[in-house]
């Protein structure tokens, strides 16, 4: 089964209905809960997502979403080789470089993002979803 890490942007996408990118994360996400892929998130994404949620709905709906989507990924440590790693990186984005060396130091080969420049040195594969899609698709 292939090994997802998933870019906040995506989730969010797909938590929020956020057209009309919302079409690509919602198949991603049908894919990984058919066992078809496995998909990751940070730790730090919970907090990211709730944050932005709790702006759309009450905080009891946040929590509710955050529950159900929770049960579609795996959720990855960021630990303090991550931080350092992420505090000494080209990555200008500091939270963009936490979730780039999450997926690295676990191994995860593919990183799912609309925000493709941001990784134009990465050290694994980096692709928006539609691309990941159009892989799946090919195999």
Request: proline letters at 1%.
């Amino acid at each position: 089964m292939q090994k997802v890490f998933i870019d906040v942007d995506v989730c969010l996408d797909l938590l929020s209905g956020r057209k009309p990118f919302n079409e690509a994360a919602e198949r991603i996400f049908s894919l990984a809960d058919q066992k078809h892929l496995r998909l990751y998130v940070s730790s730090l994404s919970f907090s990211n997502i709730d944050y932005i949620l709790q702006s759309h709905f009450k905080i009891s709906d946040a929590r509710k979403t955050l529950s159900r989507f929770k049960t579609l990924v795996h959720v990855l440590a960021v630990d303090d080789k991550i931080i350092d790693l992420a505090l000494t990186s080209d990555i200008k984005d500091f939270e963009d470089a936490i979730q780039y060396y999450t997926s690295i130091n676990h191994g995860i080969e593919i990183l799912v993002t609309r925000n493709l420049r941001v990784y134009k040195k990465a050290k694994c594969k980096v692709m928006s979803p539609e691309m990941l899609l159009k892989i799946i698709s090919d195999i």
